[in-house]
Structure formats: structure tokens, C-alpha cells
């Protein structure tokens, strides 16, 4: 595409489009747009027509969005992906975009910014050396405007190094920055700090000086946090004096009136605590000449900061700060002294557990923003939740003197609320806090509480004070106390008794039908906690025979709560009632039948428009749980289910629900395993649909689909085999088999074929079937793609005998078959893993030892005792899980149990199949027969051939075998 005044005026045209407010004719412009991004010069179209100044601004910012979303599709080429992006273009682009993107205005900028990270993780520093040199010659410009951008380009670019795991290349990295940057950036962080004195008056320069500060410490964090480099202990001094400039300053100026916005000054302080905590933490050897005087710092900062929301972050991190240090052996003198403690819990940590008018306000007005932050773990930048994790620091050297003076505080609290329940229900929501952060020592977010202080009695303290919250008569009063109760039973699921969480229990059923959503989903998410627990054996402490008094209230309540105000998509209360039929099983049957209209219902609704992927997820898991428990019970119920689901599917997959089709797959892939007999017209009917190539373009199609397909060719092999239906099914075959990603769902399917259709239907296909396994093998071999094919190639020996895998191997090359035994079965079958695809290698290699005459004394003899003696191995020794050094570590994106866009069911999982049908209950057993059999045929060579070949331990190992079975070798 030319850079002509025709096609900035065409794409000018579509870009307007995709802002018009009629949804069609957006959508049109978007996938005109999506259409040309192949199109050498498409990207360097949009960066003139955004730079030029006579377009209107909505069209300029639409261009900057569009050029970073084509940027993020596009850039980086994923594998066995086409390169969308010319290479002159991306040359352009790099040589361009710094310039522009710092001309720009900031609404621009901002979005030419994130396009430059983008690039710069895929480029920097060896494609594009020259980005890091363009970028710190601009600090020299003394134009603010243009340092904040390279500052903010800066931070998108190496905050990566926060996360990234150490590797020789992220260290070379580093110290390339370090070596251009680090000098020049500390130069530009003092004359910044000057000019931020210089101009202590002026609050328009101040606003564009503490933005630049902002920035400069969130690049230091970045850069200090694999390591203490060499150029930032050598200029220590320099940076710490400064941050206490700036956690000491008062301005005026710098002050907002905003009660929830954290302001500049708000925001640098709270980055500067974070610094100076990760050196506490990290470089505290280095950092102990300073430690002491940021603690005087943080202590005045939080004793003289508000209450009010915008501090929120400032103060946490603060505490944080303060919480690291007093977990340090090494510092407890400056916490030691008894009037210390007490004046921490009385300024910092009581006044920042206090529920506060803010915290009431989300409660009420957004209970999912609220639970998300008490129960889900997200609570890491509140004020509670670092206070409690300073009183957990505290309490790992003063145990005793920090419990008493909160047991003096938690008394005070408890009998003010005694005194005016109505007014004081703060003071009990306090001290509950105060009791879960002392008497919790260690927790996880799956576990609860897993280590509690032998100094505070969790199960006293439930009976006298959280029990008559949970059993006052109305529901919906004091929902505070009522969620924070329901809370304390969560977290101590593992420490309270059986009994007690069986009352608790009860209470927590009728607390479903409060109002509040807070206090429903705490009850849900309580009940499928306590359904979770384990005792001290590994085994469920609560049984369905405990449940089922309550069993019909529970499933009632449930799905009432679902139709209470706020909460008809709530993910908690369907994980509830999945976890419930889940442990109540056959108990849970009676109820189906009034269970399944009402998730259908819910179906129909949230496929209109799925926006809460969690709740859609366990709705799927409760549908599976139905079916899979009641056709346990009566398997004829399969075909009520078909009719109450097959026309919900039918919509969502004529409508092309993305995010429910996979579902969808697996649970018809449940219904037809579960059929008895000849596959019903239905299923045969959407057959071909399933081989559509558009439905294997999407990744999270994959695995659901081929589950499927794997169902059709168990229960109808000769409907499949029939009608050369077979050879949309090979085509499948070989684009699966030829991505490293999916190749393992290609060996699940083909696995299939092998095992059950019947072997003259597919002899005619066996060689290229082989072919295309070779040429991928050939082609791009990766250690998970061997795997796979030792198992297929020994369920070929299995099933159809292992003359014939051999006489296939050598009909594409003469000989051939050497090659697989010597190259892939002797030298790699120690690297096969998981139980099943290690028994089927084991059964396979005993078939070609026993039974192959080409290799027992044929042209392949000389393998027989290295074969044999791979077979030992592959019993007695451990898994081999070395990585060839030429092979890329693969993204999580690539391994089998992963997929884009794909959850798998686990109560509509695939059961396990014996793929010997009980035939060989023990492969050791099996070898030592199948050796004793050949031996009778070929007296003294098989003894002649272990002797002379095999290696002394197997030999051992091949002796124990033999008198485990109480057979001879003749």
C-alpha cells in the first residue's frame, strides 16, 4: 500500500467508521481493517495519518489504538504462523516511531508508548541498539513533555525485569541497560529533584516534575530488582538522601482535595516505600546504614497520614515496609521494648484494621469489588491486609507481649459492642480482625489457615462470639459481622472440629438467603470450603450422610440466592452448588430432575452474552455432575438429558458462542460415551460439522473436539469407517500432527483409529499415515513428539502385531525399521512419561521381542538385547526428563494440559480406559510369560542372548521377574 493521499483518505474513512455508533457498519470497517493488515506499507500508513496535525483528534487517537493492536496481533510471529509484518516496514517502524511517538500529544503518546515496549520485547536490544542511545539523548532536550514519554516508554520496557526468571540472556540484558542508561538516568534524577526546588512554587512545573519523579522510582524498582547492580550501590547515597527529601517533603501545592484519587506526591511516596522495602528485603547488607533512618521516615509518614482512601496504597506499602524489617533477627532492638509494641498497635496497626466508611460504602455499593479484595487474595495493596502482615512479622519474635496487649484490645472492643450492638458493630468487625491476624501464623488462599498461635483458642473464640452473629434470627442484620463471621469459619476451616462445622454449617444455609451479596457468596463460598476439607488421612471430613438433613434446603437456597438482586451470574453460589451435588453424588439425584430446567434457563441466558467466565465454567461442571451421577444410577435418564440440553447446544453453536463451544463438545462427548448400542441419528447428523476446518482454526477447539471425535470412533467405528468419513478424519490427523502443539491431541485421535476400527479399513491409509508421522519427525523433532510416537507406534505393535509396524516402517525405506529401534525406541523410550504411556511402550517392545521374527533373529537380532535391556530400564528406572540442548523451552501455551480459551471439565472428564481390556494386568509379569513362550520354541538361544547381552542389574531385575511369574527359560 502506497503512501499516497488515496489510501490515507480511504483508511481515514474506515477508521471513522469503526467509531460510528450503528454496530454493523463498526464491525464491517473492523473486519475491512483486520483484512489489509498483510498489506506491505498498511502500518506505516497509520502512523503518518496520526502524525498529521490537520486530522481531526478522535481519528488520530483511533489510528495510535489501531497501530498498537496491530502491533500486539502481529509483531510477534508465533510459531507456524505467517509473518504479517513486512520486513522493510518493520524497519520503518523502528527507525520511525521513537521520534513520533515524542512529538506527539500525550493521548498519543501514551498509546505509541505501549506500541514501543511491544516492539522492544520482541527487538530490543538486538535487532533495534540503537532504540536505548535515541531514547537517553532526549533527556538532554529539558522539555518535560518529551523526557516523561521517554521515561514512560522506559518503564514499559524493562518492568519486565520485575517478573522475568534469571537467565544468562536477561543478565546480559540488564547490564547492557545499566551500562547506557544507569548513569545518565541518575544524572537526570538529580537535576529533576533540583528543578523540583527550583520551582517550589509553581504548581503547573511541579505537577509535570512529580510526574517525571513517579516515574524515575518505578524505573529504579525495575532496575534494582533481579539484582543490586554494581552502578546503584557505588551511588547509594545519592538515591537514598533523595527519597528521604521526598517521603519528608511539604508542600501545599503538591496536596489535592480529592478524597479517593491518590495525587503525584501520594504516588511517589508510595513507589519510594516500595524501593526501600525491596532493598530491606533483598540488599540488606548493603542497605543497613539507611535502614534506620527510613524507619524513623515511614514511622512519622504513617502516624501522621489520614484515614482517608486516596493514602490507602501510600500507607500499605509503608506498613509493608515496617513489616519486612521487623521480621529481621537483626533488627529486633528497634522493636523490642514493650512501650514500642504498644504504641505500633495503637497508631498503626488498630487505626488501619478499622472498618471505615469507605470500606461500608464498597460493601454495600460494590459487594464483588469487596469480596475480591477481603476473600480472592487481591487485598495485597489494602491497609488490613498489611497491618495483619505486620502483626504477623511482630509476632515471630514477640509472640507473647504482641497477643496480650490485642487480648486487652479485642475485650475493650467486644464490650463496647455488648454495650450498643446498633452503634458500636464496628468495634466487634475490629476485633475479629484482630484475633484472625494474631492467631493466624501461616495461610494460603486454597488452604485457609494452616498454622494457627498456640496463644489464641480459634474454637473458644468461635463459640463465644462468631456463633451468635451466625445464629441471630434475622438474616439481614449487621451483614458486616455477618460476612466477616462467615469468614472466620472459612479460614479456620482447618482448625475448628467436625462438630463445630457441622453447626456451622446449618447456620450457613439459612445465610443464602440474606440480601446481601456479600453475605450470600461468603456462605457459598464457605459451604464449598467445608465440603473441600480433608482429615488428618487425606480423606473428605464431611460426608454426604452428614449433608443430607440439610440437603434439600442447601440446593433450594442455592438457587435462590442465584435470583437475589446483584447475584443472577454468581460465580460463588453455582461453585456451591456444584461442590454440593458433587459430594451428595446418587443423594443428589431426586433433585435433578427440578435441578436441570432451572441450569438450562441460566444457559440460555448467559450464552446471550457470556461475560463471567467462572460462573460459565462451574454452570457447565454442575450440568456434567448431573448427568454423570444420575445415569450412574439409571442409564436409560441419557436420553431426558438430550432433550432438555440438544437445543440450547443447538443455538449456541449455530450462533457461534466462542466461549461455550469447547463446553459444549465436552459434554455431548459425556453423552455419547455414555450411550449404549449404535450411535443415535443426532450425533451422526452433526458428524461432518465437526471436520469443518473454521472450528480447528481456534486453539480452544482443539482438545473438546478431538475428546469428540475420539467418542464417535469408540461407539460407531464402522459409521465412521463408512462412507469415506475416514478421510476427513485423516485430514485432521495430519494438520494436528504437524503442530508442535497439537500434536499430541493428532497421536489421541489416531491412538483411536488403531485401537478400534477394524483393520481392513484402514490398511489402505497405514503408509501415509506413517509418511506424514516421518516427515514431521524429519522436519521439526521436539522430545514431546518421540513421546508420542513411541507410544503410537507400540499400540500398532499391540493391536496389529509388531511384523506389521515393521513391515510399514521398511515399505517406506528399506531397512528403516533399524533406525526406529536404534534411534528412538533404545535411545529415547526412558523419556516417556505417565503410567498408561509407559505400560503401552512396555507391552509394544515385548511384542517385537517375542514376537517379531526380524528381531529375535532376523536382520534386526543385533537390537534384541539392547532392546531388551531399554525394556528394563523403562520398568526400574526413572523417568529421563533431559532436554535436548537445541530444543526451545516451550511456552505454557504449548504443553499439552494448556490451551488458549480452553477449560476442561473435570466432572465431564474422560474416564481412564484399560487399552489392553484387562489382557496384561502386570507388563513385568506379561514379558516374563511372552519370554518363557519364545524360549519353548527356540530352546537355549533365548538364555544364550540375555546372557551374552544384557547388563548384570537387568539381568537381576529380568531373573526377579521370572520368579514372580514361576517360569523357566528353557
Not at 511491544?118 to 522539555?143: C, H, T, Y
Not at 482438545?703 to 478424519?729: M, N, T, Y
Amino acid at each position: 500500500m502506497e503512501l499516497s493521499p488515496e489510501n490515507l483518505q480511504t483508511l481515514a474513512g474506515y477508521l471513522e467508521k469503526t467509531l460510528c455508533a450503528d454496530a454493523t457498519e463498526r464491525r464491517t470497517a473492523e473486519k475491512f481493517l483486520e483484512s489489509i493488515e498483510g498489506n506491505h506499507g498498511y502500518p506505516l500508513l497509520l502512523l503518518h495519518l496520526l502524525d498529521k496535525t490537520d486530522v481531526a483528534m478522535p481519528l488520530r487517537v483511533s489510528a495510535a489504538i489501531t497501530f498498537k493492536n496491530y502491533v500486539k496481533r502481529n509483531w510477534k510471529v508465533a510459531e507456524e504462523a505467517l509473518d504479517n509484518v513486512h520486513s522493510n516496514d518493520r524497519e520503518a517502524i523502528r527507525k520511525e516511531i521513537v521520534g513520533l511517538m515524542l512529538r506527539s500529544p500525550e493521548q498519543l503518546q501514551k498509546q505509541l508508548s505501549d506500541a514501543v515496549s511491544i516492539i522492544g520485547r520482541e527487538d530490543f536490544p538486538e535487532k533495534w541498539p540503537n532504540l536505548l542511545a535515541e531514547m537517553v539523548s532526549k533527556f538532554q532536550s529539558g522539555d518535560f513533555n518529551i523526557i516523561n514519554g521517554v521515561l514512560r516508554t522506559a518503564h514499559s520496557l524493562f518492568k519486565r525485569y520485575r517478573h522475568e526468571f534469571k537467565s544468562q540472556e536477561l543478565w546480559k540484558e540488564i547490564k547492557y541497560v545499566l551500562d547506557h542508561f544507569a548513569a545518565p538516568f541518575t544524572e537526570l534524577f538529580k537535576a529533576t529533584m533540583q528543578l523540583a526546588e527550583t520551582h517550589a512554587n509553581d504548581p503547573a512545573a511541579l505537577k509535570v516534575i512529580f510526574s517525571s519523579l513517579v516515574l524515575i522510582c518505578k524505573l529504579f524498582y525495575s532496575l534494582n530488582f533481579q539484582d543490586l547492580p554494581e552502578f546503584f550501590e557505588d551511588n547509594m547515597e545519592v538515591w537514598m538522601k533523595h527519597f528521604v527529601v521526598l517521603l519528608t517533603l511539604d508542600n501545599k501545592l503538591l496536596k489535592t482535595e480529592e478524597d479517593e484519587q491518590a495525587g503525584l506526591l501520594e504516588m511517589l511516596r508510595s513507589q519510594i516505600c516500595d524501593n526501600i522495602t525491596m532493598y530491606a528485603q533483598k540488599y540488606e547488607e548493603e542497605f543497613r546504614p539507611y535502614l534506620p533512618q527510613f524507619v524513623t521516615v515511614v514511622w512519622n509518614l504513617l502516624t501522621s497520614t489520614s484515614s482517608q482512601v486516596k493514602y490507602d496504597l501510600l500507607v500499605s506499602n509503608a506498613i509493608e515496609f515496617l513489616a519486612t524489617v521487623a521480621e529481621r533477627q537483626q533488627y529486633q532492638n528497634l522493636f523490642e521494648e514493650m512501650s514500642t509494641l504498644t504504641s505500633i498497635c495503637e497508631k498503626v496497626i488498630v487505626p488501619n484494621i478499622e472498618f471505615r466508611t469507605a470500606d461500608e460504602e464498597q460493601f454495600e455499593d460494590n459487594p464483588e469489588e469487596y469480596i475480591r479484595r477481603d476473600i480472592e487474595g487481591s487485598d495485597f495493596d489494602t491497609r488490613r491486609r498489611s497491618a495483619c502482615n505486620l502483626v504477623r512479622s511482630l509476632c515471630r519474635f514477640f509472640e507473647a507481649p504482641v497477643t496480650q496487649i490485642f487480648s486487652q484490645y479485642v475485650q475493650f472492643l467486644l464490650q463496647e459492642f455488648a454495650n450498643n450492638p446498633a452503634r458500636n458493630w464496628k468495634c466487634k468487625d475490629t476485633a475479629i480482625f484482630l484475633v484472625t491476624s494474631v492467631a493466624a501464623k501461616a495461610q494460603t488462599h486454597k488452604h485457609g489457615i494452616t498454622q494457627t498461635s498456640e496463644l489464641v483458642n480459634v474454637a473458644d473464640f468461635f463459640t463465644s462470639t462468631i456463633v451468635p452473629e451466625l445464629n441471630a434470627p434475622n438474616v439481614n442484620e449487621h451483614a458486616v459481622l455477618k460476612a466477616d463471621c462467615i469468614k472466620y469459619v472459612m479460614i479456620f476451616r482447618n482448625q475448628l472440629p467436625k462438630e463445630i462445622l457441622l453447626v456451622a454449617l446449618q447456620h450457613l444455609v439459612r445465610l443464602l438467603t440474606a440480601q446481601s451479596v456479600v453475605v450470600h457468596s461468603y456462605a457459598a463460598a464457605a459451604i464449598e470450603k467445608l465440603f473441600m476439607v480433608k482429615d488428618q488421612q487425606g480423606k473428605a471430613l464431611i460426608h454426604k450422610e452428614d449433608v443430607l438433613p440439610v440437603a434439600e434446603s442447601l440446593l433450594v437456597n442455592l438457587f435462590a440466592a442465584l435470583a437475589l438482586p446483584g447475584s443472577s451470574e454468581n460465580e460463588y453460589v453455582m461453585k456451591g452448588i456444584m461442590r454440593s451435588m458433587s459430594l451428595m453424588q446418587e443423594a443428589a439425584v431426586p433433585y435433578v430432575p427440578r435441578i436441570i430446567p432451572r441450569l438450562k434457563q441460566i444457559l440460555l441466558v448467559v450464552a446471550k452474552n457470556p461475560s463471567k467466565p467462572h460462573f460459565n465454567h462451574y454452570l457447565f461442571e454442575s450440568l456434567s455432575l448431573s448427568i454423570r451421577i444420575t445415569c450412574k444410577a439409571s442409564p436409560e435418564a441419557i436420553g431426558s438429558f438430550e432433550e432438555a440440553l440438544f437445543p440450547p447446544f443447538q443455538e449456541i453453536l449455530q450462533q457461534d458462542v466462542q466461549e461455550f463451544i469447547p463446553y459444549v463438545f465436552q459434554i455431548l462427548s459425556l453423552l455419547l460415551e455414555k450411550h449404549k448400542g449404535n450411535i443415535p441419528e443426532a450425533y451422526m447428523a452433526l458428524y461432518p460439522h465437526l471436520l469443518v476446518p473454521v472450528l480447528w482454526e481456534r486453539p480452544g477447539n482443539i482438545p473438546a473436539l478431538v475428546r469428540l471425535l475420539q467418542a464417535f470412533i469408540e461407539k460407531g467405528a464402522d459409521s465412521v469407517a463408512a462412507a469415506d468419513k475416514l478421510s476427513g478424519l485423516l485430514g485432521v490427523f495430519q494438520k494436528l500432527i504437524a503442530s508442535k502443539t497439537n500434536d499430541h491431541e493428532g497421536f489421541y485421535l489416531m491412538s483411536s483409529i488403531i485401537r478400534h476400527i477394524r483393520p481392513e479399513s484402514i490398511d489402505a491409509y497405514l503408509k501415509q499415515i506413517f509418511l506424514v508421522l516421518f516427515q514431521r519427525l524429519t522436519s521439526s523433532k521436539t522430545a514431546k513428539y518421540i513421546k508420542g510416537l513411541l507410544v503410537f507406534f507400540s499400540l500398532v505393535a499391540w493391536k496389529r502385531g509388531g511384523d506389521t509396524l515393521i513391515q510399514v516402517v521398511d515399505s517406506i525405506q528399506s531397512r528403516m525399521f533399524g533406525m526406529v529401534l536404534e534411534r528412538l525406541y533404545i535411545a529415547e523410550v526412558q523419556k516417556v512419561s505417565g503410567a498408561t504411556e509407559r505400560r503401552i511402550c512396555a507391552v509394544g517392545m515385548i511384542q517385537l521381542l517375542t514376537a517379531c521374527t526380524a528381531v529375535f533373529r532376523g536382520e534386526y537380532a543385533q537390537f534384541w538385547p539392547q532392546l531388551l535391556q531399554a525394556l528394563i530400564g523403562l520398568f526400574e528406572l526413572p523417568i529421563d526428563e533431559t532436554v535436548a540442548d537445541d530444543e526451545h523451552f516451550i511456552e505454557i501455551e504449548d504443553t499439552p494440559g494448556y490451551q488458549t480459551a480452553y477449560s476442561q471439565l473435570v466432572f465431564a472428564g474422560k474416564p481412564d480406559q484399560d487399552p489392553f481390556e484387562g489382557a496384561i494386568p502386570d507388563a513385568k509379569i506379561y514379558l516374563a510369560a511372552q519370554l518363557q513362550k519364545l524360549s519353548a520354541q527356540q530352546p537355549g538361544q533365548v538364555a544364550s542372548m540375555i546372557s551374552s547381552g544384557l547388563q548384570h542389574d537387568a539381568a537381576k531385575y529380568l531373573q526377579l521377574y521370572l520368579q514372580t511369574a514361576g517360569v523357566t527359560l528353557a
